[in-house]
């Protein structure tokens, strides 16, 4: 038996005192399907043939060495985090994270040929992938509308273009064997007060009606919608906004998505997720870390963390959450940042499955709300680190020394020559 084994004996002997059974969690935390975002590995610059910034209310700082400037690297990056990552991986790309482009076709003329390499790379690997329209970052983006805006022809540029990526999403589903999910987010919106909110917000229910008025069925793709509180330059009102998108979504069956860096500061998505749940809902989460204007800094093994893995694992719902990460930093090495968050999403859930939930639940049951205090930060203690660790090596994945150093052997290797 080496250290990692006996640690691991252990820590179940004290887990069972507990009531908790840390070979069923581990079981149960291998299964739970994390989409990795590709966007992380490229800066979310895309592949298209034509230049623009990252525009869309959302900012990428920073110049660490070693982006992925085409699909081919993006994908060499991403078959290294697979290899760091516990469990059970998905992939999510960005609509402008192309193979190719094709001579004279634009976003609203996408079709699976932009993106067979992804299919063949996906499939060759046994991995589900999904995928977002990109709504931001071109030139049709006018005035920082997209399917809102005013003009019918710009509308219907946008309403294509998320017809042809629920289309390639449908591909992916229909090839890889589980269903795609295809998550809409559009940074619509004003930096300053709006002499009307209403119309913009109208003409945003039309469009997404239209993109969603041909059928698919959910067996290969599943429609997701974003909202956002506000984005960098659009500071004054967000057409999709929660209220808008919560509704949008209860009234058209379709997934929330809940990306945790588009609340106030203070506002957690944790306490959302039973309440959406409760009601059919079901939910897409974009795992992100906002930091005072940022809404997608890595995600590190923090308080909100702990409790959106809680709410999202413990009461037995996990088939109507999804797992997405979203944040991007390019100040650090892209695969270190993929790699930990991917990491820390993993912990959280494992964390959340080693919960005492039955004796939590008792007190809580008998009003004795002291003891459910106590018995809750008695929790905090338990020896998750050490089943985490057995985890690990159980699965084949190196453990956070063994992961640091083979990424810096990458990075030395292959990112250090992309300068
Ligand atoms: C933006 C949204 C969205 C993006 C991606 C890159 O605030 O969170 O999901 O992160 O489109
Ligand atoms: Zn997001």
Redesign the pocket.
Known sequence: MNRTEKAFETACDIYREYGVDPVAAMEKVKNIPVSLHA?QGDD?VGFENFETALTGG?QVTGNYPGRARTADELRADLDVVLTLVPGKSRVCL?GHQVDKMLPGVDRDGFTIEHFSSWLDWAKDRGIGMDI?PCYYSHPKLDHGLSLSHPDAGIRKFWIDHGLCIRRIAAEFGRTLGTPSVC?F?MPDGFKDIPADRYAPRLRMKESLDAIFAEKIDEKYELDAV?S?LF?IGVESCTVGSHDFFLMYAARNNKLICL?SG?FHPTESIGDKLSAIVAQQGRILL?VSRGVRWD??HVILLNDELLSIAREAAVYGYTDRIWFCL?YFDASINRIAAMAIGARNMRKALLIALLEPLDLLRKEENAWNFSARMARMEEAKSLPWGDVWRFFCEKENIPDDTAMLQRIAAYEKAVLSKRA
Do not use: F, I, L, T
Request: charged share 30%.
């Open positions: 966007w979310v959302c960005q977002a998550n987010w974003e956002k984005g990306d588009h974009h809404s997608d979203d």
